[in-house]
Every structure is written in C-alpha cells, then in structure tokens.
C-alpha cells in the first residue's frame, strides 16, 4: 500500500545543511530579468527570475541578491504582489516537487513534501490510499509553500481551519542560508510559545517573509471515496442566506454560497448555498463503486490571451448571474459531486484569469466579525450599487482563527468578489477598507494588491507579534516582497 | 507559473492595481501642478510624498497643506542651477524607499524678450528648464531602474513642440527636455520604470500670472487630473487639454512664411 519510502520526519530528506561559511562557495544560479505579476495580472512587476532546483540554489539566490533582497514564489495563484520583487530577486521554488513520503499507518496520516509540490499533484498520488488533503482552496494550482505562507482556507474553515492548522512541521530556510526544521509547537497562546514554536507560527501566513519554506510534513485526512454528497438551496436575499448559514453550517464539514452581486431590487443578494461532506462508499451509485477514489477533474482546455477589457460587463454579468442562479435547484438533498464540481468549478479550464483582458482584475476578500452583520451587509450593498460587476462572488462562515499573526481568516462572515479594473474602482476597494476596519475586520492579503501601509496596521493588530519574530530571523529584511515594501512590513 | 502577461520590454510600476502610487516625489516641488498632482494622489490617504525645491516659504506651506491631508511629507532641498548638489538631491529623495512616480515639476518661463537679448537670463533658462532636468533625469532613472517600478512624469511644453518667435528661448529648453524624456522613455523600456510626458498648453498659474490667457487654456487641476489618468492608463504621451494635440500636429506643419504671421 505504502508506495513512498517511509523517511525519517525533519530535514534529512534531500535538504543539504549550509552553514553561512559554505555560501561563498555556491556557483551562481542563472536568472533572468522578466516580468511577472500575479494572478490578477494587474500591476506586474520585473524581476529578476531564479529557478529554483535544489536547497543549494536557494541558498545560492540568498547571497547574490543585491540590495532588493529575495521573495519566494509558487504558482503565482496570489492574486496581489505577494510573490514578486522588483528590482530584486524572485525564487521561482516550483522545481521543488518531490513527494518524500507518505506515512498512511500514522493517526492521523501524514505526507512529507517539498515545498513546490501543487495541491493539484499531491491529492492526485495521496487519493488512492484514501488520504485527502484537508485543506482545499478555491483552486488545486497552488503549492505547498503557497498554501503554507498565505495560510489558505477553503469550504470548511468552520470546522477545520486554515492550512496552517494541518502542518505538523515545516523545513524553512532562513536568511543565514541554514535550513531551520520547525515544529507546531503544542501550546496554545503565542505568550507561552519559545522561538522555534513562534517562527513555526509566524511563518504559518508569513507571506514568505521570514525565509523560504523547502519542505512540509502535513496531516492528512481519510475518505472512502472521491465525492461528496451536496445539499444546494437557493436563498432569496443576504439576510435568507445568512440566516440558514447561521443555523445549518455546523452540520456540515463543508459550506459555501455564491451569491448575486450584480441584480438589484427585491432580489439583490439571492444566492445559492452549497454544503456538504465525504461521500461514504455505500452512498455511491453502483458504477461509481467500481473506482471510488477516482480523481474526476476534467479539462476543457486554456483560455487563449485573446480577450480584451470589458468582457466582463453589465450584460454578460447579468446573464451569467441569472445562469448561475437558475441552474441552481431550488432544494436539492445528497446530490453526488465529484472533486471539480463541488470543489474547483474553475479550474476546468486552465488560465481563466485572461478572460478579464489586459487590464486584469482584483480581488476583494474581506473578513469581518460576527457581532458586525450589519458592516457586512453594507458592504455587500457598497459593491452591488457601485456599478463595478463581479460574477464570482462567494460568502462564507469562518471558524476560529489561528495563532499566526498575520493569518486572515477570524470568527465571521468573510466575502470576495472579483472586479475588473476599472476607473474608480480605487474609490470602491478604498470605501470597504474603511467599513472593514471601523468593525475590526480585515482584507486578505493573499489576493490584495492595493492596500494601504495605514489601514494593514489597523486590519492586523498582530502586526508587532510578526515584526519581532521576522525581525529576529532576518533583521536585514533580505526576504521582501513588493506587498512588503507597499504594506511597509 | 503563470506566462508572462506582456511581453518583457513593456514596463510596468509598483503603481498598484488601482493606479495609485503610494510614494510621490516632486521635483519642483511648489509647482501649482505638481501640487495639483500630490492633492489628487492624497485623496486616498497614506501617500509618502517627497517635496524637492528650494528652501523657504512656499515649500514649508506646501509641505504644510498635504500634510494637512494626510500625506506624510518628506522635505528635499533642490537648486536646479547647482549642478553638483543633484546627486545628493536624488539620494535624499530616495532615503526613505522606493519611488512610485516621480514628477519632474520645476521650470522657469522667464522674460521671452530679455531673455534672447541677455545671456545670463538666457543661460539661466537653459539651466534650469535643460541642464538640470537631464542631470537629474539621468540621476532619477538609475535610482528608478534599480528598484525595476516607477513612472517618471515629465511636465513639458506645447512651446517646445513647434519654437514660435515669441517665446524661443523658452521653447527651444522645452523642446530638448521633451526630445531628452521621450528617449528616455524609450531607453527605460524593459526596465520596469516607464516615462510619461505631459504637453499641456497655456496653464492658469504662478508661472504664467500677468500674461494673457490663450487659447485652449487649462487650469493645473486639469493638468493633474489627466496626468493622473494618463498614469494609471500607463500613456507615454499626453496633451493637455486634449485638442491641442490636433492644434499643434496642424501647427507643426504650417509654412514658415505663414507661421510668422499668425498671432501666436
């Protein structure tokens, strides 16, 4: 069953210790100035590219950036500039893709990676032991570094947490060139953590900021099958959706809706809520029975960089919320879906991001507490009225937060649109920051790309736990980033 | 990873996906556009801006006013004529980060008959809206294209775009400073820092108070309201207001003999 050697946890795994004296002796690394810019394709940034094949070029890229320092970079699924550096060097870790092992007689199960393995890649070999990632986010194109640095959520926040939550121990090399194993530390205030447990914590949502996470060691989950039993309801309005969210939620593993953010009137903020759990082998259809771990996520293809701006607009917008919206069933009780359907509608085709035009598109993710329905609501209002269309809109309940400092999501209603690039779509974005913060709440900042440095201090009043861990492993500030320079991290 | 969404000899800033800068530095800094710019930017709040002028009231009021508006302001000294200050100038500038977009603001009209006529005002205006400007242009891109983002505005002239008599001497440093920032814009390409200039027509300010109003005329709001746009639009080159394009591409093309009649 077990088709991965069983290695020892930690860092012997591939991972050569370098000692700041042997960094001298590294050859250089090649590189190339390009573009890149994140998901959201706006706002890109030159760099200076490094492919990253080993510890050792890391390790190489650390010593000849000059003066802009270094950001580590995955698969580029951060929407903002999370993960370029420009000027300075960018580390492109995707080459670090092995799967080290899989430890299936553990409870619970457990996976060591490299840090560039995708999601995508590691449910795809953890599956047929019946192990599943416990952590999925809105897409499966991201690694393992990603989903650590930008500590990702997915549909069962509420009963699970972050992808944080999920890491047992995580191999981090730090700005001295050496590689540090860290381990989730077991207590539970950031008061009562020593060193090790708070750069374990601090690098948990760290943004890659405190050095450049090389491999994982992640708790897994089981399943018997590869689907889930859904329940849809279409809600009428905001207060429907989140009255059913409040009260049904819990009996689920898994919730999320998608709502209307472009009709107004009395159906403004119909929405359809999806909610559901591991499919059990018996709940199969019989044909579904002969191959129930099957990994079901269909391609269509990669959307071509032909699109031009304001494809998404007031008419196609509208069709397509209607589409969505009517294709829901009003009711519908222990529908199976497969991984893609129920998970990552998305990314059956591949580039979707390029549909938005040259221009590209951010997104908004906001989190705000439960005592503040009524700034949550508003904001909702804020975006429908403000003539900026988003199709992709979707809601949910948080759980419990975690103790990274710079961690996103925290008890209550979190929501995200996409929007196009558009004139005075600053003044919009600007307008919910301050909605946002006057109810103690925050944006993401996996996909923010236009933040200011003022309200990130007041959306993350942990901010000082950060700065004097990250101050002590890299008092040089040689891991930066673009979103480091504008948030002044 | 994702392709590159462009190809690599397109520039692109740390402007953010807005459009808005989050540092601003004037050089020329008590400009009326230049200033018209910074108001605009501080609309959103947090914007680190660098005041690069002379010493003394009208750079302390200025400084005053924006932070009245919530900007933090960094105070620069600048004299364009003194050539071997400009490189601490530019350092200065720099001291506390990254420059998003950088505005090269200062200039002096002078007096268009004096100054053919007498050569220390001439030299003077050559300095200061030539000399200095490409000393610190050169200066300025080496800092911008190390940190790989940034938008140089250049704030030139129509006067530069076709030389009348009634003015040359100005419109002869016009025309070198816009040759001298359109070809560094094109030198900065596929550095990641982009270069925009601004032709506005006559504008309604301190440079030009006490002289008649000419046609097509603008106020600096509405310089700044397009150079904002124009920005974010990431444009190389604009008119401001934009009919004047058309007004000088005709201009540009009419015979000398007949050039020197028109009332201009």
New interface residues.
């Given amino acids: 069953m077990n088709a991965f050697p069983a290695a020892p946890l930690g860092n012997d795994l591939d991972l050569p210790h370098i000692r700041p004296s042997e960094i001298e002796q590294q050859p250089p690394i090649p590189q190339r100035l390009v573009e890149i810019h994140g998901w959201g394709r706006a706002a890109g940034a030159m760099s200076h590219l490094h492919g990253i094949e080993s510890v050792a070029d890391a390790v190489s890229a650390l010593r000849s950036s000059a003066g802009r320092g270094v950001t580590p970079r995955g698969l580029g699924r951060s929407y903002g500039d999370a993960a370029q550096n420009s000027g300075g060097a960018t580390l492109d870790l995707t080459h670090l893709d092995k799967i080290l092992a899989v430890d299936v007689a553990a409870e619970p199960a457990t996976v060591t990676v490299q840090a560039g393995v995708s999601i995508d890649t590691l449910m795809k070999a953890l599956l047929p032991f019946g192990l599943w990632v416990p952590v999925l986010p809105g897409t499966r194109q991201v690694t393992i570094g990603g989903a650590i640095a930008a500590d990702v959520h997915g549909k069962n926040h509420h009963t699970q947490g972050s992808f944080g939550n999920h890491v047992r121990s995580l191999d981090l090399l730090t700005p001295d060139g050496s590689v540090r194993t860290l381990t989730r530390p077991a207590g539970g205030s950031w008061e009562g953590l020593d060193d090790d447990g708070r750069l374990f914590w601090t690098t948990i949502g760290g943004m890659g900021l405190t050095g450049a996470i090389v491999a994982a060691v992640v708790e897994l989950q089981r399943v018997e099958t590869a689907y889930f039993t859904v329940d849809t309801d279409r809600c009428s309005d905001i207060d429907d959706l989140m009255a059913r969210m409040s009260e049904g939620d819990e009996d689920y593993n898994y919730s999320v809706a998608w709502f209307d953010a472009v009709t107004r009137g009395k159906h403004m903020g119909r929405a359809v809520l999806t909610r559901g759990d591991k499919a059990r082998l018996s709940q199969l259809e019989p044909k579904q029975r002969r191959d129930p771990l099957k990994f079901a996520a269909p391609s269509f293809g990669t959307i071509p960089e032909v699109f031009p701006n304001r494809m998404v607009n007031k008419l196609t917008a509208k069709a397509f919320s209607e589409f969505w919206y009517r294709k829901a069933p009003q009711h519908r009780v222990g529908e199976l879906q497969n991984i893609t359907q129920f998970f990552h509608p998305l990314d059956i085709v591949a580039e979707w991001n390029r549909l938005y035009g040259p221009n590209g598109f951010l997104q908004y993710q906001f989190a705000v507490p439960f005592d503040e329905p009524e700034t949550f609501k508003r904001c909702f209002e804020m975006i429908v009225t403000s003539g900026h269309l988003s199709c992709l809109n979707v809601l949910k309940r948080f759980g419990p937060g975690n103790l990274s400092p710079l961690s996103f999501p925290m008890p209550g209603w979190t929501l995200t649109v996409d929007l196009p690039i558009e004139a005075g779509l600053d003044r919009l974005c600007d307008a919910l920051d301050e909605e946002v913060v006057g109810a103690g709440g925050r944006v993401y900042l996996a996909k923010d790309s236009r933040l200011t440095a003022q309200r990130f201090r007041q959306m993350y009043p942990r901010l000082d736990d950060f700065l004097s861990v990250r101050n002590a492993v890299d008092p040089q500030h040689l891991f930066s980033s673009d979103l480091a320079r504008r948030l002044e991290i | 990873?994702?392709p590159?969404?462009?190809p690599?000899d397109?520039?692109?800033?740390?402007?953010?996906?807005?459009?808005?800068p989050?540092s601003l530095l004037l050089l020329g800094g008590t400009s009326d556009i230049a200033l018209a710019i910074a108001r605009k930017y501080a609309r959103?709040?947090?914007l680190r801006v660098v005041l690069a002028a002379r010493p003394g009231e009208r750079r302390t009021a200025a400084a005053a006013e924006l932070s009245g508006l919530g900007c933090r302001v960094a105070e620069v000294d600048l004299d364009a004529r003194d050539h071997a200050s400009h490189a601490a100038t530019i350092e200065a500038a720099f001291a506390e980060?990254?420059i998003d977009v950088a505005v090269v603001a200062f200039g002096l009209l002078g007096d268009a008959e004096q100054a053919w006529q007498d050569a220390e005002h001439a030299l003077e205006l050559a300095e200061v809206n030539y000399a200095a400007p490409v000393h610190l242009g050169v200066l300025l891109a080496e800092r911008l294209k190390?940190?790989?983002?940034g938008v140089i505005v250049a704030l030139s002239s129509v006067a530069g775009e076709r030389v009348r008599r009634s003015n040359f001497v100005y419109g002869s440093t016009k025309a070198g400073f816009d040759g001298f920032y359109l070809g560094l814009g094109e030198a900065l390409r596929?550095?990641?820092v982009r270069v925009l200039v601004v032709r506005p027509g006559f504008v309604k300010s301190k440079m030009t108070d006490g002289l008649d109003e000419a046609p097509l005329a603008a106020t600096p709001e509405e310089v700044a309201d397009a150079t904002v746009?124009a920005v974010?639009a990431r444009r190389e080159l604009i008119w401001v207001p934009v009919p004047m394009r058309f007004v000088m591409s005709g201009l540009r093309h009419v015979p000398r003999p007949l050039f020197r009649k028109l009332p201009l």
Avoid: K, Y
């Avoid at chain 2, 397109?10 to 808005?20: C, K, M, P, V, Y």
């Avoid at chain 2, 190390?146 to 983002?149: C, I, L, S, T, V």
């Fill in positions: 990873m994702a590159p969404r462009r690599s397109e520039s692109s800033s740390l402007i953010n996906a807005t459009g808005n989050s959103r709040g947090g980060g990254d190390a940190q790989a983002h596929g550095t990641g746009d974010a």
